[in-house]
């Protein structure tokens, strides 16, 4: 009789304990699927700036068409973004064209004096400084469900669990992160 109580202790046991792994795997990946979620927010944001920044700047800069082309393309492919590296992938196209686009303005004084340029300037500040942070609590969230994904004892059951990838990091790889670095070339 005791063997049987032993038995069902340790059975009871064990349940609970993978119960416990299986909702803390399934807290940490829905604070993942909803930190990428406020990613996506902000990026969705920033993209909505950009129509109005291109119309501004084009008002005072009509020939530079290359550039205006370049941020539309890089605005598309951030919208379409369906995964982290794809989106930072896009993250690093977009910020190069959103640099050319400055080194534009830079050129016309009045263009940087105006009323509208400056507050889409600010916009654009204030929805950078909300994507870093969105990146940041995302990369955390990861960071963190990957890690208790891959420790033992969770190692053993995360598979059977239905936990059986790591999630990704939103990254901006080398190549990307060279662009945004390397100075804009303005030709007039």
Known sequence: MTIILIIVGVVVVLGIILAAMYNSLVTLNVRANE?????????????????????????????????????????????????????????????????????????????????????LQADLTDTEDKIQASRRFYNGVVRDFNTKRTVFPTNVFAKMLGFKEDKQFFEVDEAENAAIQKPVEVKF
């Open 35 to 119: 930190a990428w979620s406020d990613i996506t927010v902000q990026l969705k944001r920033r993209a909505d700036l950009i129509p109005n920044l291109v119309n501004t700047v084009k008002g005072y800069a009509t020939h530079e068409r290359g550039v205006f082309d370049d941020v539309t393309k890089a605005r598309a492919a951030t919208l379409s973004a369906q995964t982290p590296a794809d989106a930072a992938k896009a993250e690093g196209e977009f910020q190069a064209a959103l640099k050319s686009i400055f080194a534009v303005a830079e050129a016309y004084p009045d263009l940087k004096a105006s009323q509208n340029f400056q507050q």
